[in-house]
């Protein structure tokens, strides 16, 4: 059925990496932009990175660039977040989600990034 399934957080040492899985079923991905957003604990959600279908390719928040690279699989419809370089402002819940055109507003269940 519909639905965006994350996998890859965990719990990292500073200034360590994680990478972040999304698998996408039953929807047409290869239309649709994808976006990563984190939330902290007490903070308002915060969109890291998109990739989408037209120009431009990508989004990266302040925050993120540099550090972090998004990426698609379209052939196993799945997005992709390498995060490098972490640190304690990078932890938090972090989800994946739809913004179209084909397929909007559709979220993953979200997964725990702890930085020690």
């Known amino acids: 059925h519909v639905q965006l399934v994350e996998s890859g957080g965990g719990l990292v040492q500073h200034g360590g990496s994680l990478r972040h899985s999304c698998a996408a079923s039953d929807i047409n991905f290869g239309n649709t932009g994808m976006h990563w957003v984190r939330q902290a604990p007490g903070q308002e959600r915060e969109g890291v990175a998109g990739i989408y279908t037209g120009a431009p390719r990508t989004y990266y928040a302040d925050s993120v660039k540099g550090r972090f690279t998004i990426s698609r699989d379209n052939a196993k419809n799945t997005v992709y977040l390498q995060m490098t370089t972490l640190a304690s402002e990078d932890a938090g819940l972090y989800y994946c989600?739809?913004?179209?055109?084909?397929?909007?507003?559709?979220w993953g269940q979200g997964t725990q990034v702890t930085v020690s």
């Open positions: 989600a739809t913004v179209g055109p084909a397929v909007f507003g559709l």
